[in-house]
Structures are given as structure tokens and as C-alpha cells.
């Protein structure tokens, strides 16, 4: 399919150590795409659902041992251990090389090896970075066909360069003390070995398009982050963008496809989803910030997702998508999921492929869900019904505001803005959450995710924190920060702010900002909202709950301060000194 040296030489050298029986190109086409299916519905790997009511949607089932990302199995390969930082796990190239090159001997015997290659970003864009992943599993290639732009255009806009990230994933023997995903940086080159769950063998998502990434960012001078992108149109037609990064469980999908509560859906405004998990951002001609997604499909948890929490995520599931580890209803030959309705499935297999009765289904058991907790849907962005016009941009959308969010009961404010860059890029350092279920463990730990990227900065967290600040520097007119917590609880713990829909008002006051429409009152933490600011039309909601919503609990603060010392602490030497800088700031401001 290529005369591309630097391709076809690397293809052989992984083809002698895997040994497989064949090896077949995907080309993107629809008619191989659909003898693939076929393929796999005839051995299991996949189960054809209802095509009246889930047109070309399929059910995949994982083995038990393989149902989500492992950090702990997770490694960056750099050749000094300092350079991969102190929170990811390390190994040294060599010794991984020789290690999994074990695994992967012989691992793809009387298989076929699928060569996919692949654009992270629209082909030919000058975000657009390509990849080559070569996989045992047809389930893998259908869902980087959905996931990433796939086939004969992304080859010939490779043409001869050796400018791609080599991916090898193999299922082996899905030996769980044998798994293994590893990222070489230095060499462009990722490894996943003995899964075959999304998360670790869709090499495009978080291997590269974030892990990787970063790295390249760094090395070229933009950002890789783990952000949503979102356009809040107004209703004389100008949209303007943000992006925004949280924790798990902070509702980043549900913001990413909002839908405007009624008092702005009559005075005409929309709001469109330009991506749900991650952002590349590079400066433009203009001075400001560019995004793109650079996926092209949503890997989005199932269980939760409905027709209130998120009516856009769920029209897009109806047709062309994957699903894993949900609940098979047999009798109309669909899929049910715990959270989707309150009608279970009398007659239904569970994840685990056993049949499953919902009466023993218990809540507080997550060993009695039908689908598990972290199954999955793999759908086409293309099928969102606010996805925007955008989406296929070459230059992506102009950024406004960059929004970071955690969950915290008393500590952060609704929302507040930080004084500048570097102000910043310390809110998103010390970016945090707290632990909800006794299941995580003591409840209310705080748990710090510096933008959301803990698990996924390809290089040492110091460094990219660094990185930040010399972005700050780069661009003429950067997009101004802030942070949200939409998790603040009163004191029986119940929430206080609706959420979900209503979070378009903290928007609409985010943006007012940018454009220097409303004023602030400074604190000790940042610029919060004048109460009277964040229109509550139609809210059972107070001016007075407003303001407790935006009150700055100082003792809450004082009490994090150690806690922020102590992860500093931990992340080590390469934290830059603007950001102890930033700290002794918030210091004094909450001592004066």
C-alpha cells in the first residue's frame, strides 16, 4: 500500500517478531469495514445488534481481567528516569524493548496483523499528526475507524517521511501480570501488549494523542491537552469557544454537549460541541489560541448516559457504534445500561456474557450491574446532533477562556478567574478533587489532577508545568483562565447549584469577562463574579445562595495550602519557581 521505506521496514521487523499468518492494510473503506464485522460476528468477537433500531451498532465484550486503563501497568520510556517525572511510572528503553519483545514473540501466530493507518487531526491539516497501528484485533481496527481518520489518504499524505508514531499492539495472552502499555517518546513508538481493552489498545486516544502529544507539543512549541472544546453561539450567529478540563466524574461530557436551559434556548442561543476529551492547541497568525480535536469519534462510559443527563451523548449511540460491556437485552436484540432508564431488560446477559436478573441488581453492589462501570460506547462524532460545523476545521476554532473544574464541598468558589497566565497555570497545577464513594476509599480526600493530565503528560509534570508558562509567553493574546467547581454542598452535603444545563450561565459570565463586559471582585484566590452577575432567570435560586455559591472559604484554603506543599514536594526539583512564587502569593493573601 506504500512505497515508504521507513513504513515497510518497520512493518517487517514487527511482522518477524509477532509471526503472523498475514498481513492485511486498512484501507478505509466501507466494503472492508463491513467484511471485517462480518468476520467477527462470525467468531464472537462482535454481536450484530437490532439494525431497525441501532443501524450498524455492534456489542463487544472484553475479557473480565481487561476493563479499563491501568496506570499502574503504564510506562514512559525515556532513557534518564528524571526526564519521565516522578508521578508516571518509568522503565528504561532497553530493558522494555527486551522485556515485551518476549511477550511479542510469536504472539500473532495463525492471526492476521492489521496495518491501520491513521491522522489524529482532519488529513493534511497543520495540526494533523499520522500514525501507524499494527493489531491482532478486528475490534481494534473498527473502532480506530470510528475513533481516528483511517486509510489510503492518510498514507499518501505521509508520502516518504519517516515522521510517524509507531504503534504495536498485540492481545498475546491477555495476562494480566504480562500487561503492559509503554510509550518511548524519544523514539515515537508506543507498545501495548496483553489487553484488549479500548482504553489501552486504541493507540491513537491517549498513547498519542495525549501521552505522545504532549511530548511533541513541548518539543515543537503547542499543547496537547486533556480538554473538551465547546462553542456557545450567540444570537446574532457569533460563536465563540472555550476549553475545558476536569477530573473524572466532574461532568466534562455533559458540558462538552450542553444543552441550553430554556431562558437562553428562547432568546436563541446555541451551544456546539467541538470535542469531548481532547484539545490541540497551537497560536495563530492572529496572536490568540487555536483548537482542534484531533479524535473523531467519542470513547464515552455508558453507564449515567441518558436521555436527561445527556440527550446529545445518547442520539449519538443510535447508529454506527460500538459497544462494550453493556447489557445485552435479547428480547429486541439491544443494549441497556445501569443509569439508561428504569425499565432492565427481564431476559439479558451481562458483561461477563452470564445471564443476568436485574431483581438481584443492588446499587450499592457494583458486582451485581448488568454492564459494567466502566463500559463503554464507540460512536461517530459526525452523529452528534450539536456537533459543530466546525469540527472539521483546518485551522480549528479561536480560543476565549480556558476553564479548569474539580469537585470540592467547600473549598473553591462557583467560579473564579485567575489574575493572568502564569496565575494561571498555578490554578490548573493544583487542580483537585474529592473522593465521593467509600468504594474510592475515605471519603473527601482530596486528590490533586494538575489539568487534568496526571495520568496522561508524557514527560516529568515540572517540565510541563514549564511548558505552560513559556506557551504563556508565545502567545500575544492568550485566552483568559478560570476555575469552576460546580460540587459545592451545603451543610447536610446536598449540592447547591443545579448544574448540568445551568452550568451555561457560569459560561455566559466566563465569557462576559473575556470581553470586559462585567466586573470582579478581586479576593485572595482570584477575580469572583459581583453576585447580581450570574443570572439565575428562572432558577429556584436567591441572589443570597449566589453569593455563598461565591464566597471564599479562607480557612478551607489555609487548611489546602499543605496539601498543595506537599504534592509540590512530591513532583520535585523541576517544579518552576513562579509557581512556589504563585503559592506564596495565595499565601499571604489568605493571611492578610
Known sequence: MTTNKHVNAWIDEM?????PDKIVWIDGSEEQAEQLRAQACSTGELIKLNQELLPNCYLH??????????????????????????????????????????????????????????????????????????????????????????????????????????????????????????HFPEDNTIWSVNSGYGGNVLLGKKCFALRI?????????????HMLILGVEYPDGEIKYVSAAFPSACGKTNLAMLIPPEYYKKKGYKVWCVGDDIAWLRVGEDGRLWAVNPENGFFGVAPGTNSKSNPNALATTMRDTIFTNVVHDLDNNTVWWEGLNDNPPANAIDWKGNKWDYTKYDKKDKSTCGAHPNSRFTA???????????????????????????RRAKTAPLVYQSRDWQHGTFVGSIM???????????????????????????????????????????????????????????????????????????????????????????TAIGYVPNPEDINIDGLDLTIDTVKELLTVDKESWKADLSNIKEFYAGIGARVPKEMYDELAILEANLNK
Open 380 to 406: 461517530l462524532a459526525k452523529n452528534c446532533p450539536c456537533i459543530s460545523s466546525e469540527f472539521d476545521s483546518l485551522t480549528g476554532v479561536p480560543i476565549s477562556a480556558i476553564i479548569f473544574g474539580g
Open 432 to 522: 483537585a478533587s474529592e473522593t465521593t464513594a467509600a468504594a474510592a476509599g475515605a471519603v473527601g480526600v482530596v486528590r490533586r489532577d494538575p489539568m487534568a493530565m496526571r495520568p496522561f503528560v508524557g514527560y516529568d509534570m515540572g517540565d510541563y508545568w514549564a511548558h505552560w508558562l513559556e506557551m504563556g509567553k508565545k502567545i500575544p493574546n492568550p485566552p483568559k483562565i478560570f476555575h469552576v467547581n460546580w460540587f459545592r454542598t451545603d451543610d447536610e452535603g446536598h449540592f447547591i447549584w443545579p448544574g448540568f444545563g445551568d452550568n451555561m450561565r457560569v459560561l455566559m459570565w466566563i465569557l462576559d469577562r473575556c470581553e470586559g463586559k462585567v466586573d470582579a471582585q478581586e
Open 15 to 19: 511482522a518477524a517478531l509477532t509471526k
Open 61 to 182: 465484550r472484553t475479557a473480565i481481567n481487561d476493563v479499563a486503563r491501568v496506570e499502574d501497568r503504564t510506562f514512559i520510556c525515556t532513557r534518564k528516569k528524571e526526564d519521565a517525572g516522578t508521578i508516571n511510572n518509568w522503565m528504561d528503553p532497553q530493558e522494555c524493548y527486551a522485556k515485551l519483545s518476549k511477550l511479542y514473540d510469536g504472539s500473532m501466530k495463525g492471526q492476521t496483523m492489521y496495518v491501520i493507518p491513521y491522522s489524529m487531526g482532519v488529513v493534511g491539516s497543520d495540526f494533523a499528526k499520522i500514525g501507524i497501528e499494527l493489531t491482532d484485533s478486528i475490534y481494534v481496527v473498527l473502532n480506530m475507524l470510528i475513533m481516528t481518520r483511517v486509510g489510503t489518504k492518510v498514507v499518501d499524505a505521509l508520502g516518504d517521511s519517516p515522521d510517524f508514531i509507531k504503534g504495536l499492539h498485540a492481545r498475546a495472552d491477555l495476562d494480566e501480570q504480562n500487561r503492559y502499555i509503554c
Open 213 to 225: 502529544a504532549s511530548y511533541l507539543g513541548r518539543k515543537e512549541g503547542w499543547m496537547a491537552e
